[in-house]
């Protein structure tokens, strides 16, 4: 059987949904993949703000840039070690990916890549008024992606 | 291959691309109808077509449908076409003295950034205050506070993010967990953003005002003069600012040790300050010195100017260092800026909008000193800084000449709260640092940030109306 695909960012790694996952998969004989992403919204609107709001040049506005990914990729790294070991005391079998870009973008690349066929997620706490303005990742992903998606709310 | 189907209604997917380009289609067509209909009572056409201008520049600055720099360019060229103002004098507007001195101001920014100068004096703060959780907070605040003052306030906030990420990181801080770490990163973003506004040098917004107070006045502001006016505001605003901090996030550390020492490893990694930190830092204490006492006969922008070229007389920067380190884009913002704020004035649109909003509410010094006080401090929450104080100004400058005000005290009323945004990230680009650490939430902003922005309206009121009097600004 294919792994469960748990999908994790820097703003989604909820307790509850790395729990359901582990849980989900020890039930039906199963591995777990972890997909991190290091989600680049963030740096790279900062990027936007410092050089068009904040007219500050190139080179200081992509150091802090780089800066803000560096630090997401360590907290990623830590973050799926804690997973592996969390995968070894379940008798889980286990597989890291980490990717860096937009969320929405490369949870699908990676559920085509690995043609999976259920995938658990975290619904991050907003409001529906947020949602409807800004739209919704998950949404987004369910909309274009066949395969089942287990939401878990943060 | 793998191919992702956007599943979603056709109609959905052909309005979110194509939005844009039907919002810029509605506005520019608004524009066009507007300026070609017949004035109201009390406006003229120049006044009508210099309104138009103006409301598409607003919407375009608060939506950022195309950058702010653009904007500017295209504020400039439509004041020319339609004929507003001459040509002639509407690109001569690019040559404006404060252009030239936020130009050298940055030019001197990129040298102390590139240098490590910055850095240098930041870490030496920190090993001062660094002995305790607490001092060490209040390190990073007042190192984010002092460096504002004399360097882009922007600048300083991306230049600290590394210090206090790393320690944060050594301390073992979680993120969304620490509260001494969610200080950290709000005392980064908050000392920044109040020390910017204590000089001209802090933020782009301070030039700007006394540009537009210039164009349409003939008054200005010294470098020193603001300095007084305005410095005693930002000591007690840092000050509540902390006492803020320091209620709302407990400093739970004990163990401090890493802290220290990661600080001693970076001095130590840092060397000996090397000869062109010391000749960039001798040169920008000169200019600091020229500009407090000695702008008026010399000259605000001649002083940077000639600071520039020392630079690169002493080989301190390369230009390559300089279109790096500086956005361009400033110019084009600026020059559209005061052209457009010198358009609405001249041509009496200003004077007309203003009464129609605001009318006869700001008719003395304090009703005009707290309506745009109110007015740019929170909606720079919103909008851009530097937008609020092209947009505010303009009003409140003739809103002062008709009813005979000191145009300074409007000055000092738009730019002063149009630079303390502290509750969203879209407002400054320190806050939205602070939150991309991951330490910090936008409702811990927003909590903490309308507290102290409510302390700070008040503060600044009570400042107006008991110390500026003691120097000499009547209100």
Same mark, same amino acid.
Request: with cysteine.
């Given at each position: 059987?294919? #792994?469960?695909?748990?999908?994790?960012?820097?703003?989604?790694?909820?307790?509850?949904?790395?729990?359901?996952?582990?849980?989900?998969?020890?039930?039906?004989?199963?591995?777990?993949?972890?997909?991190?992403? *290091?989600?680049?919204?963030?740096?790279?609107?900062?990027?936007?703000?410092?050089?068009?709001?904040?007219?500050?040049?190139?080179?200081?506005?992509?150091?802090?840039?780089?800066?803000? *990914?560096?630090?997401?990729?360590?907290?990623?790294?830590?973050?799926?070690?804690?997973?592996?070991?969390?995968?070894?005391?379940?008798?889980?079998?286990?597989?890291?990916?980490?990717?860096?870009?937009?969320?929405?973008?490369?949870?699908?690349?990676?559920?085509?890549?690995?043609?999976?066929?259920?995938?658990?997620?975290?619904?991050?706490?907003?409001?529906? *008024?947020?949602?409807?303005?800004?739209?919704?990742?998950?949404?987004?992903? #369910?909309?274009?992606?066949?395969?089942?998606?287990?939401?878990?709310?943060? | 291959?793998?191919?992702?189907?956007?599943?979603?209604?056709?109609?959905?997917?052909?309005?979110?691309?194509?939005?844009?380009?039907?919002?810029?289609? =509605?506005?520019?067509?608004?524009?066009?109808?507007?300026?070609?209909?017949?004035?109201?009572?009390? &406006?003229?056409?120049?006044?009508?077509?210099?309104?138009?201008?103006?409301?598409?520049?607003?919407?375009?600055?608060?939506?950022?449908? &195309?950058?702010?720099?653009?904007?500017?360019?295209?504020?400039?060229?439509?004041?020319?076409?339609?004929?507003?103002?001459?040509?002639?004098?509407?690109?001569?507007?690019?040559?404006?003295?404060?252009?030239?001195?936020?130009?050298?101001?940055?030019?001197?920014?990129?040298?102390?950034?590139?240098?490590?100068?910055?850095?240098?004096?930041?870490? +030496?703060?920190?090993?001062?205050?660094?002995?305790?959780?607490?001092?060490?907070?209040?390190?990073?605040? +007042?190192? $984010?506070?002092?460096?504002?003052?004399?360097?882009?306030?922007?600048?300083?906030?991306?230049?600290?993010?590394?210090? %206090?990420?790393?320690?944060?990181?050594?301390?073992?801080?979680?993120?969304?967990?620490?509260?001494?770490?969610?200080?950290?990163?709000?005392? @980064?973003?908050?000392?920044?953003?109040?020390?910017?506004?204590?000089?001209?040098?802090?933020?782009?917004?301070?030039?700007?005002?006394?540009?537009?107070?210039?164009?349409? !006045?003939?008054?200005?502001?010294? /470098? /020193?003069?603001?300095? @007084?006016?305005? %410095?005693?505001?930002?000591?007690?605003?840092?000050?509540?600012?902390?006492?803020?901090?320091? /209620?709302?996030?407990?400093?739970?550390?004990?163990?401090?040790?890493?802290?220290?020492?990661?600080?001693?490893?970076?001095?130590?990694?840092?060397?000996?300050?090397?000869?062109?930190?010391?000749?960039?830092?001798?040169?920008?204490?000169?200019?600091?010195?020229?500009?407090?006492?000695?702008?008026?006969?010399?000259?605000?922008?001649?002083?940077?100017?000639?600071?520039?070229?020392?630079?690169?007389?002493?080989?301190?920067?390369?230009?390559?260092? =300089?279109?790096?380190?500086?956005?361009?884009?400033?110019?084009?913002?600026?020059?559209?800026?005061?052209?457009?704020?010198?358009?609405?004035?001249?041509?009496?649109?200003?004077?007309?909008?203003?009464?129609?909003?605001?009318?006869?509410?700001?008719?003395?010094?304090?009703?005009? =000193?707290?309506?745009?006080?109110?007015?740019?401090?929170?909606?720079?929450?919103?909008? $851009?800084?530097?937008?609020?104080?092209?947009?505010?100004?303009?009003?409140?400058?003739?809103? $002062?000449?008709?009813?005979?005000?000191?145009?300074?005290?409007?000055?000092?009323?738009?730019?002063?709260?149009?630079?303390?945004?502290?509750?969203?990230?879209?407002? !400054?680009?320190?806050?939205?640092?602070? @939150?991309?650490?991951?330490?910090?939430?936008?409702?811990?902003?927003?909590?903490?940030?309308?507290?102290?922005?409510? &302390?700070?309206?008040?503060?600044?009121?009570?400042?107006?109306?008991?110390?500026?009097?003691?120097?000499? +600004?009547?209100?």
């Amino acid at each position: 059987m294919k #792994n469960i695909l748990l999908v994790l960012s820097t703003t989604r790694q909820s307790p509850k949904t790395i729990d359901a996952a582990f849980e989900k998969a020890k039930e039906e004989k199963r591995g777990v993949t972890a997909l991190f992403v *290091l989600d680049s919204e963030m740096p790279e609107s900062i990027f936007e703000k410092l050089t068009d709001i904040g007219f500050t040049g190139e080179k200081p506005s992509q150091q802090l840039h780089d800066s803000i *990914l560096a630090e997401y990729r360590v907290r990623g790294d830590r973050k799926l070690k804690d997973l592996g070991d969390m995968a070894r005391t379940m008798a889980v079998s286990f597989k890291t990916i980490i990717r860096e870009g937009d969320f929405t973008k490369e949870c699908l690349s990676v559920i085509g890549e690995e043609e999976a066929d259920f995938v658990i997620i975290t619904r991050k706490k907003r409001s529906s *008024l947020s949602r409807f303005i800004f739209g919704s990742a998950l949404a987004e992903i #369910n909309d274009k992606t066949h395969c089942k998606m287990l939401i878990i709310d943060e | 291959m793998n191919v992702s189907i956007d599943r979603r209604p056709l109609w959905t997917i052909l309005l979110v691309r194509s939005f844009r380009y039907i919002a810029l289609g =509605v506005l520019f067509s608004l524009t066009y109808l507007v300026a070609h209909r017949v004035p109201p009572e009390g &406006l003229s056409q120049e006044g009508l077509r210099a309104a138009a201008v103006f409301g598409l520049s607003l919407v375009l600055w608060v939506t950022h449908l &195309l950058p702010l720099a653009i904007t500017g360019l295209l504020a400039i060229v439509l004041i020319a076409v339609m004929e507003i103002l001459p040509a002639k004098d509407a690109y001569a507007l690019f040559g404006n003295e404060a252009i030239f001195f936020i130009l050298g101001a940055l030019i001197l920014a990129s040298a102390v950034l590139k240098t490590g100068l910055s850095g240098r004096l930041a870490l +030496i703060m920190l090993t001062l205050f660094g002995s305790s959780p607490r001092y060490l907070l209040f390190g990073i605040f +007042i190192s $984010s506070a002092l460096l504002s003052f004399w360097m882009p306030e922007h600048a300083v906030a991306a230049m600290m993010f590394p210090i %206090v990420i790393e320690i944060a990181r050594g301390l073992e801080l979680r993120p969304l967990q620490s509260s001494y770490g969610k200080a950290l990163f709000i005392a @980064l973003a908050w000392g920044a953003i109040i020390g910017g506004v204590a000089t001209f040098l802090g933020g782009a917004r301070n030039p700007l005002a006394i540009a537009i107070l210039k164009e349409t !006045t003939g008054k200005s502001i010294g /470098f /020193f003069e603001w300095m @007084l006016a305005v %410095v005693p505001i930002v000591v007690i605003l840092l000050c509540v600012a902390y006492a803020i901090i320091t /209620f709302f996030c407990r400093i739970e550390m004990e163990s401090f040790d890493r802290a220290r020492e990661l600080i001693a490893e970076k001095k130590i990694k840092l060397g000996r300050a090397t000869l062109e930190e010391w000749m960039t830092g001798f040169i920008m204490t000169a200019t600091i010195i020229l500009w407090m006492f000695f702008s008026h006969s010399l000259g605000l922008a001649n002083i940077a100017i000639l600071s520039v070229v020392s630079l690169f007389v002493f080989k301190l920067v390369s230009w390559k260092d =300089v279109e790096e380190y500086v956005n361009w884009g400033i110019i084009l913002m600026y020059g559209g800026a005061i052209c457009l704020g010198s358009a609405i004035t001249k041509s009496g649109a200003a004077f007309w909008a203003g009464n129609l909003i605001i009318g006869s509410w700001a008719s003395t010094p304090s009703a005009l =000193v707290i309506i745009f006080a109110v007015l740019a401090i929170f909606l720079t929450e919103g909008v $851009s800084n530097t937008a609020i104080v092209a947009i505010l100004l303009p009003l409140g400058i003739s809103i $002062s000449n008709s009813y005979n005000i000191d145009p300074t005290l409007v000055t000092y009323s738009v730019a002063v709260p149009a630079g303390l945004a502290f509750m969203l990230p879209m407002g !400054t680009p320190p806050t939205a640092i602070a @939150l991309s650490s991951g330490y910090v939430k936008v409702r811990d902003l927003l909590l903490q940030g309308i507290i102290l922005k409510i &302390l700070a309206l008040v503060i600044f009121i009570l400042m107006t109306r008991y110390y500026w009097p003691l120097i000499g +600004i009547k209100i």
